[in-house]
């Protein structure tokens, strides 16, 4: 492994494969630092730009995006209390009001230590499971990827959206479509009628980034306005105070990369959920938690750790499964895809190499986001005066021609526009995007799951309790679902009590 | 009550997914074989009971998916904003077709043009400035610097 590691640190220390990474972090940063843009905007329109690339200058590139993501959203999280990305909004809680004191900078540099060193540990943990990843992925036959599949649309719908039946149905949606298209177990095509544009199935990518990218612009065209009135007023000064301070509190920092860590590994669930999950614990282990949401530096270091830490957690089952940890990652697993590399069992043996290129490339992007974050963070907070009625056909525009420039297809480009219009209406009527392309993905294996296993099991469906690991899957999502009922059923109760006492 | 007011605007998306469902369902048992079949139409019977549990609880108690601060990013900001939301979605839809029609060189100008002007509500000059030099970029990055052969539309292809 040492000497595979090397390689990779070699490959992506070279200057062809620098320079990407790089233009990664800045393009991270940037769509960090805009509000409602983030990491899966970014990596969506990024997608298809990297077609013509080398692997290695595509994975350097989506290293670097995923790294720098954090670092811009806290930075407009803490300058102007509006998070870049949902992740950052546990940093508003003691970040701005250290900005509102005139400790920015201490803010900052809280951030830019805490992230790199949660992306630090979320990748060494990587690293000792990545060798175990091989031994637990052969456990797994056709009955166990159908439930894992059907386990990873399960909680995606559940954890994406606070009414448990409308991700249920938009992942259900994501099903039925992921079914157009040839079928690869009997033969026959299905839901084409009649245009050969969709023998192949709906098309993983004008998908994305007409759901992601071209969804968010049409909303931010909306919306219009911008984030901030004034960036004259952020006032920068000390930033290594905030870098003594974080590195003087290494506990919080190793609780929050756990935190991320663990968490980021649970498909759906979600980086916004492991920095409030994160800050809660700090919170909570604190001698004085009524002092936090004033401007505690470890309400800053908690959630930001566990922020770069959960990219890492994420990346297992994704590569491993096929099966995304965040919607970030999903659109990761269509560069993935695009550059012929199958997540699943056997990634680990065939691309290796690229695989540990990818974790230096994160590990490094997540240092240099910290180190230009520090040195950029004036002009940085300065994106936020874009107007978003400018900005947003700028981006449609792009996006346009990058689909288009995947497969020369016009037929791409108008998958791309008539999606990004249905995941604004999905936006609009708060039906969540993520179990839609989440099931969309899955689709595929979890039909040839479901039809090899029963053909081995002659039709008979306990094949898919022939095993502990198949046993554990589907006890796993029985509890899911249950326990995504246990907030309707208080909240029920709770209603019920407060009716008989009035 | 629990949940907000029953409003029954917010059924016309359900009722959409509704007809969706239901014409995958009768599309699908028509025209594919036994086999082929089974698993899109479980999939889509499963999806069509989930979504008559939603319809009859949007109907009768109201959603908690209705307050936007629970949807996901945020929701949509602007209220009553369908007027604005129909012109942007048919400037998109309207680029889209003159990127078919006239291919990108020229369809990419005029979208952002019309764009920036009409939906943004910016002055001409920025709105003519921004487009000369978001095409100019676009071509010098996609046709010169990846040599991608941009699509040069149906009218002159």
């Known amino acids: 492994m040492a000497d595979l590691l090397l390689q990779a640190a ?15 972090v800045l393009v991270g940063l940037v769509f960090g630092v805009i509000p409602g843009l983030g990491g899966t905007t970014a990596l969506a329109l990024l997608l298809p730009l990297t077609y013509g690339m080398e692997v290695s200058h595509a994975f350097a590139m989506a290293g670097g995006i995923m790294g720098a993501i954090a670092m811009g959203g806290s930075i407009s999280a803490i300058l102007l209390n509006a998070p870049g990305t949902g992740p950052s909004a546990a940093t508003c809680l003691d970040g701005h009001p250290l900005a509102k004191q005139g400790r920015a900078a201490d803010a900052i540099g809280a951030v830019a230590t805490a992230s790199p060193l949660g992306g630090l540990f979320g990748v060494l943990t990587l690293l000792i499971v990545l060798p175990m990843a091989r031994d637990i992925v052969l ?15 399960v909680t995606v719908a559940i954890s994406s959206s606070r009414n448990l039946l409308r991700g249920l149905v938009a992942g259900g949606i994501g099903l039925m479509l992921s079914f157009v298209g040839y079928d690869t177990v009997h033969g026959g095509v299905r839901y084409t009628f009649g245009s050969d544009y969709l023998w192949d199935g709906i098309p993983l990518i004008p998908s994305l980034v007409g759901l992601f990218g071209m969804a968010e612009m049409i909303r931010l065209s909306i919306e219009g306005g911008t984030v901030a009135a004034d960036a004259s007023a952020v006032k920068l000064d000390g930033v290594w105070a905030g870098v003594r301070a974080t590195l003087r509190h290494w506990k919080v920092v190793i609780r929050g990369s ?12 979600g980086g916004t959920v492991a920095t409030f999950i994160a800050y809660s614990a700090t919170k909570k282990a604190d001698r004085d938690p009524d002092s936090f949401g004033t401007g505690r530096i470890e309400g800053i270091v908690a959630p930001e750790s566990a922020n770069n830490a959960k990219d890492s957690g994420a990346l297992l089952p994704t590569l491993a499964f096929g099966i995304p940890g965040s919607a970030e990652m999903a659109v990761f697993l269509g560069i993935l895809m695009l550059h012929g590399l199958q997540p699943g069992p056997t ?6 190499q690229d695989i540990y290129s990818l974790i230096f490339a994160l590990t490094l992007s997540a240092v240099l986001a910290s180190i230009i974050g520090i040195s950029c963070v004036r002009w940085l907070a300065a994106i936020t005066l874009v107007k978003g009625q400018i900005l947003a056909p700028i981006v449609i525009a792009v996006s346009l021609v990058g689909v288009y420039a995947i497969n020369l297809t016009p037929g791409d480009v108008v998958l791309a526009a008539v999606i990004g219009v249905l995941g604004y209406l999905m936006l609009r009527f708060n039906y969540p995007r993520l179990p839609l392309v989440i099931a969309l993905i899955l689709g595929e294996t979890a039909e040839r799951g479901f039809q090899q296993s029963m053909m081995i099991g002659r039709g008979d469906l306990s094949i898919f309790l022939h095993s502990i690991t198949s046993i554990t899957l589907v006890v796993l999502i029985l509890l899911s679902l249950t326990w995504s009922f246990v907030p309707l059923l208080r909240k029920r109760f709770a209603a019920r009590i407060s009716g008989d006492v009035s | 009550m629990s949940g907000a007011e029953p409003d029954k605007r917010n059924l016309l998306p359900s009722i959409v997914v509704l007809v969706f469902i239901l014409g995958y369902l009768v599309s699908g048992y028509l025209t594919l074989d036994a086999t082929t079949r089974l698993v899109p139409l479980l999939a889509a019977a499963v999806t069509l009971l989930l979504l008559l549990i939603d319809i009859v609880q949007l109907m009768f108690r109201g959603s908690d998916a209705e307050d936007p601060h629970l949807a996901e990013g945020g929701g949509v900001k602007v209220p009553d904003a369908s007027s604005r939301e129909l012109v942007a979605i048919a400037v998109v839809a309207g680029g889209v077709a003159a990127v078919y029609l006239l291919g990108f060189l020229l369809a990419i100008p005029l979208y952002l043009f019309v764009s920036i002007a009409y939906l943004g509500q910016q002055s001409p000059r920025v709105a003519l400035i921004v487009a000369a030099l978001a095409s100019l970029t676009i071509f010098l990055v996609f046709e010169l610097a990846l040599s991608y052969r941009l699509y040069p539309g149906v009218l002159f292809s």
Do not use: M
């Not at chain 1, 070699?10 to 990664?24: E, K, M, Q, R, Y």
């Open chain 1, 139 to 153: 456990l797994f036959g056709p009955p166990e990827f159908f439930l894992v599949a059907v386990f990873g649309i």
């Open chain 1, 10 to 24: 070699v490959g992506v220390l070279s200057p062809g494969t620098l320079i990407f990474l790089f233009a990664g």
């Open chain 1, 347 to 352: 990634i680990f043996a065939d691309h290796e």
């Open chain 1, 258 to 269: 756990i935190t991320g860590t663990l968490i980021g590994a649970i498909p759906g669930v």
